[in-house]
């Protein structure tokens, strides 16, 4: 435990408040970048990847993010992880972080070595981030469709809940504050709204992530966020060797017309439908022709809206950029609990 301690204290005294004050105040500003301290040690990131590392999900999403870390902060994030297969690894002992994409562990059944490694690991201070980790209902029938959609369910995986009932059986995963220290431990609000269509820019600022937040799940070791699960991000954070985005993104928006409530109310439907969980705890019902695409939404207001997909340049940019600004957040938030 107290290696860990010796760890995140370090991290604290390496933050130039100056600067993060500075960001938190211009919401639309990017951090100017600063030298990390080559004085101390580097601090290493675990990445968990089951099976075929050649199969892992976006390869270069974890080392891109910790390079813009690292350029971003005085944080010494070695750029390149740890890999282990399994939590039964003692590795996971020797560093404070462990991150998890849902989609790189096949079978999410805990032998009894990993429940009392992640038990212990947890204990003396660890924190296990598990991307994808939330997963709406209507993409658990693939588990590549958690990969490419980000959708604001506020449920871990079922997967993810029953590994952590064999860790901790009278615990349960809860809802992160919109207000938590956590989106706005770096920066702070989304990234200027102004290059997006005019059509979806208040959609993405009011409702799709509100305040440059995103749903997300904790599991809390006393007063500490231990574990953290969220939708997917990694597909938001990969760059390739010449600087450029791996990854296109588009935007799913939700729009309504006049009368168009009555009208899907009443439409014949021969797909599935899914409930998913709201932030308030209530339920949407969602509409899925293709599988893994949802066409509509019934609220629990008793509006219904249709989904229709964006995409630009403009639109991708922009994602990328709130996904690496919230990357940025969760590890400055790590080391500085």
Avoid at 71 to 99: A, G, M, Q
Avoid at 110 to 121: A, C, I, M, P, W
Avoid at 219 to 236: K, L, N, S, T, Y
């Amino acid at each position: 435990m107290q290696k860990f301690k010796n760890i995140i204290i370090l991290a604290v005294g390496l933050m130039l408040l100056p600067t993060m004050h500075a960001v938190v105040e211009a919401e639309d500003e990017k951090a100017e970048p600063s030298l990390p301290n080559k004085d101390v040690p580097y601090l290493k990131v675990v990445q968990l990847v089951q099976g075929d590392m050649i199969r892992r999900q976006y390869a270069d999403a974890l080392p891109s993010l910790l390079a813009e870390v690292r350029e971003r902060t005085t944080l010494n994030v070695d750029p390149f992880p740890i890999y282990i297969e399994s939590f039964e690894d003692e590795v996971i002992f020797k560093h404070p972080v462990i991150y998890v994409n849902f989609a790189d562990r096949a079978d999410w059944t805990l032998t009894s070595g990993e429940v009392k490694n992640l038990r212990l690991f947890i204990e003396r201070g660890g924190f296990l981030f598990l991307d994808a980790g939330i997963n709406a209902s209507f993409l658990r029938g693939n588990v590549r469709h958690g990969q490419m959609h980000s959708f604001a369910d506020w449920e871990v995986s079922p997967e993810v809940e029953a590994a952590f009932k064999q860790i901790y059986p009278d615990r349960r995963f809860e809802p992160l504050s919109r207000s938590d220290v956590f989106f706005k431990s770096y920066y702070a609000g989304l990234p200027d709204a102004t290059p997006l269509p005019e059509a979806i820019r208040e959609f993405i600022i009011n409702e799709k992530w509100p305040q440059g937040t995103y749903s997300t799940m904790v599991m809390r070791e006393e007063d500490r966020v231990a574990v953290m699960a969220m939708p997917i991000m990694a597909m938001g954070w990969g760059k390739s060797e010449f600087g450029q985005w791996t990854t296109r993104i588009g935007f799913r928006v939700r729009e309504g017309a006049e009368g168009l409530s009555d009208r899907l109310s009443e439409a014949a439907y021969g797909g599935e439908s899914y409930d998913t969980t709201r932030e308030d705890g209530r339920s949407d019902v969602i509409y899925c022709e293709t599988p893994g695409i949802p066409a509509w939404v019934e609220e629990p207001n008793g509006d219904w809206r249709v989904f229709r997909y964006y995409h630009s340049q403009e639109i991708s940019d922009y994602a990328h950029a709130f996904y690496t600004r919230l990357g940025v957040n969760l590890f400055v938030y790590i080391f500085s609990q």
